[in-house]
């Protein structure tokens, strides 16, 4: 993933969150099914919603790409038990910033000390030396070149002699050195008040400047006298960015993201705190390459889809989503509002044009391990099989069918290795010597010199395993769990 954004429950003992994890302590299945309580009413909330917390952001940390970047929202409720939890997962060196989103536009008459007006986007890179993020576009700072060349470029002109702190020889003597003026003359730089300064640049720069003919001499009056002064001329970016801020205060608010919904699906209030679309937008701006692949594991009403589609609408790029949401809303509100921006939602002066796209849903099956540890012969054997392969990083290009030339049990070959389920669903099976011999390797043109077979139960030595190359898993015991 390139990108990944969640905006989990933040523990405010309103939300009405159910702790419902899948644990074998005793001291955590006791919180099993009990909704998770206010402050001072629910002493363990903090450990609840951090137990929950700990295995999804670890897992998100390994699906997160080198050069990936994860954002979450919360508020004040568990903003530093977060940071805790990132720190130790992804490594505080790996910080970027908490983003701070304003999130209402109008007072709070709740008769409160203090008015929690403002929620973070916590972000985090999972290499930050791999992480180059985007700077938004800023069309104002073309102002700032207030003149035209001749060929009707935007520029302006900067002293070359640094001012205010450290702008003084002694500060920076390295910086103290002649320039030759258009008349011959030697230029030092000096205060007004004739004190020695020092340039802004070294000399390096300056011949730069000089072979790009952007050292630009003008005379002035300085103590009634005329002098020459060098500046150094700037033309206006192409393309004017600037570094996105830490504080967002120009975004829609809550208030706006509730009224979004409200038309699209032309009902009441569906959510307590929905995020603006325009926010989601913006982080994937930042953060995301036009062929991004995003991730957002708590989904909610779907604003993450709804911001790559949308800006996939406005700038032709090709990103993709992984939405996933436990909650039983997820067909009803999260796919539904994907359709409808999808299609275009609304009728006569307020319909929307829809974004385009398209997006499969999946409901998750059950379960291929069950309590005990057993595979779950339920999902049937291809389903194991591909389960299995996955495990040994077999590629689908490398898999093979039970109607193979090698053997119906054959997964695949990776590399130099064949790999081998020998799994029965109403018997044990054996890795024996008339099992290897049931093999058809002269089918392979690429005879493999390692082997990797599951099996129930093994009939062979180790030291037979090892002369041969076999490497030897039993069923269900060394199947990878993830």
Sequence with gaps: MNCIYIDPPYNTGNEGWVYNDAVNDPKIRKWIGQVVGKEGEDLSRHDKWLCMMYPRLKLLHRLLADDGVILISIDD????????????????????????????????????????????????AKNIAKVKLRQ????????????????????????????????????????????????????????ENGEEACWAMGKDSIERNKAANTLIWKKRIRNEREVWEPYTREFAPEVPTRPYPTIWSDLPTMRQAKAFLR???????????????????????MTGQSNAIVLDSFAGSGTTAHAVLKLNALDGGNRRFIL???????????????????????????AVEGTGGSFDF???????????????????????????????NISKEQ??????????????????????????????????????????????????????????KCALDKEFLYKHGITFKRIPRDITRF
């Excluded at 309590?371 to 996955?390: H, P, S, W």
């Excluded at 008339?434 to 005879?447: A, E, M, T």
Aim: net charge negative.
């Design 77 to 124: 409720n568990e903003e530093q038990s977060l940071r805790s939890l990132m720190n130790e997962i992804f490594g505080q060196r790996n910080f970027l910033t908490n983003f701070i989103w304003r999130k209402v536009d109008s007072p709070n008459d709740n008769k409160v000390a203090v008015t929690p007006d403002h929620e973070y986007i916590v972000g985090y």
């Design 399 to 456: 898999q093979l069918g039970a109607e193979n030339p090698i053997n119906p049990y054959a997964l695949g070959l990776k590399y130099t290795a064949l790999c081998i389920f020998y799994y029965e669903k109403d018997r044990v099976t054996t890795l024996d010597i008339d099992f290897l011999g049931q093999l058809k390797i002269k089918n392979i043109s690429n005879r493999p010199d390692q082997f990797v077979i599951y099996a129930d």
């Design 263 to 285: 038309d699209v699906f032309n009902t009441a209030d569906l959510f307590d705190t929905p995020k603006p679309v325009e926010l989601l937008v913006r982080l994937l701006e």
């Design 136 to 191: 938004m576009s800023a069309p104002d700072i073309v102002n700032a070149y207030g003149s035209l060349d001749g060929s009707g470029r935007r520029y302006r002109d900067r002293l070359l002699k640094k001012n205010g702190k450290n702008s003084l020889r002694r500060d920076r003597p390295t910086m103290y050195f002649p320039l030759q003026a258009p008349d011959g003359s030697e230029v030092f730089p000096t205060h």
């Design 362 to 392: 999946y409901s998750v099956g059950v379960p291929l391990f069950k309590d005990d540890k057993n595979l779950n012969e339920e999902v049937g054997t291809e389903a194991i099989r591909g389960y299995v392969a996955y495990t040994e």
């Design 324 to 350: 996933c949401e436990m909650m039983d809303y997820a067909e009803t509100i999260t796919a539904e509002r994907i359709r409808r921006v999808i299609n275009g939602y609304g009728e006569g002066d307020k």
